[in-house]
DNA sequence: CGTGTATTGTACCAATCAGTTCCGAACTGT
DNA sequence: ACAGTTCGGAACTGATTGGTACAATACACG
């Protein structure tokens, strides 16, 4: 008995999902919210009572997305050798980057950002880095090279890797013509070379 | 025939830069650098027109500085092995994190913020990476293991360092507990076994 | 010992920030 | 049709942003 929500929540997380990525949590403005969430105050703050509590739900989004699309390339059983997982990880991540598409990781960005002094935000991110550490890990063990190797060397390249990612997706969102993202990938394949 | 400035140029500099490095250029406000620099407006203004601009001075000061000595590390020739300055470096930067220093790297943060949308502070950023990469080449060619490979190769492990490098000091600055700064250089150490 | 000049500090500015309030409109259940 | 609610939109709040204007101040030079 009530008059119905004329947008769809889901919907306009992703939206707002686009405008954060897009611009980072502090530089997205409310009216870029608004504009890009295509509502009105007043709508916003009914629904996501604030700007943080949106950005933990865009957070919790991402993660259901971009992460697990990225914990999927990690454990396609499609692809028998994990580096080669690991390397479509990278090559998607610079693929992006080379067409046009510089809003890097969301993570990643955040990591870098102000924000992380907020410690539910700075819990979100966590749980959404240690989700691609462990798609990582499970890529890994599916290395002929390095599947056998006892758990913490596992864990210690991919610690490894998640700091490469975490440097690379910096780089290609910085825009700087250093030339390192172009060839992310190759670095990475000569990363996972060693035994 | 004037009165003379009250305060040094250079010092307020590094003042500054403190402030730039501790909260970032965005979120460094006026009245936070007019605090650490412990001057009032109207000198800022005066001496240094506005905030990008004396941005682009902390960019140089820190320039002079932290990638000097940064250089000067991977370049001592007081260490024979390359390989061991670079671990050198890293050493110095995990320590850092682990003693309480969570500023990370000026450029590292600027690198990820918004601020590298303008052309004049994204080539500063530029440069001092630029010089933080050279350095490494250079220390690789003083690598037992990889001085005689050729250019390319040594270029594109000094761009996977680089990488490695800007990742390992945003996860510093995030303060987040995944564990991976504290072992940063082992990871290090092991990328540097590679031929 | 003035006089000119640059620095200093303060008051102020418009713009923007996130967030609140409130009323009219719109829809549901009866 | 009506009562009960909730939504949507605009106007507004107080704080803060970077930057400016100007008057008081302090020094150097003649």
């Known amino acids: 008995m009530a008059r ?3 947008f769809n929540i889901d919907d306009a997380i992703g939206k707002a999902t686009e405008v954060f990525w897009t611009k980072g949590y502090q530089e997205a403005s409310l009216p870029d919210l608004l504009e890009g969430m295509g509502l009105t105050r007043g709508s916003l703050y009914k629904a996501f009572t604030d700007k943080k509590t949106l950005f933990l739900l865009v ?7 971009a992460v697990a699309a990225a914990q999927a390339r990690l454990s396609d059983p499609g692809v028998a050798d ?4 690991i390397l479509s990880l990278f090559q998607a991540s610079v693929a992006a980057a080379t067409s046009g598409d510089h ?23 966590q749980r959404g880095l240690q989700g691609i550490r462990e ?3 499970t890529a890994l063990r599916a290395s002929p090279v390095h599947g056998a190797q006892e758990e913490a060397a596992i ?8 700091t490469q990612y975490i440097g690379l997706r910096v780089l290609a969102r910085s825009q700087l013509s250093l030339g390192i993202v172009e060839h992310g990938v ?10």
């Open 59 to 65: 957070l919790e989004h991402y993660e259901d997305r």
């Open 4 to 6: 119905p929500r004329e």
């Open 103 to 125: 809003r890097g990781c969301l993570l990643c960005t955040a990591a870098a950002g102000a924000e992380m002094s907020d410690p539910e935000i700075a819990a979100a991110v």
């Open 186 to 195: 190759a670095g990475v394949a000569r990363l996972l070379e060693m035994s």
């Open 82 to 85: 994990g580096r080669d997982r």
């Open 135 to 137: 798609g990582l890990e």
């Open 155 to 162: 864990r210690a390249l991919a610690n490894v890797l998640l």
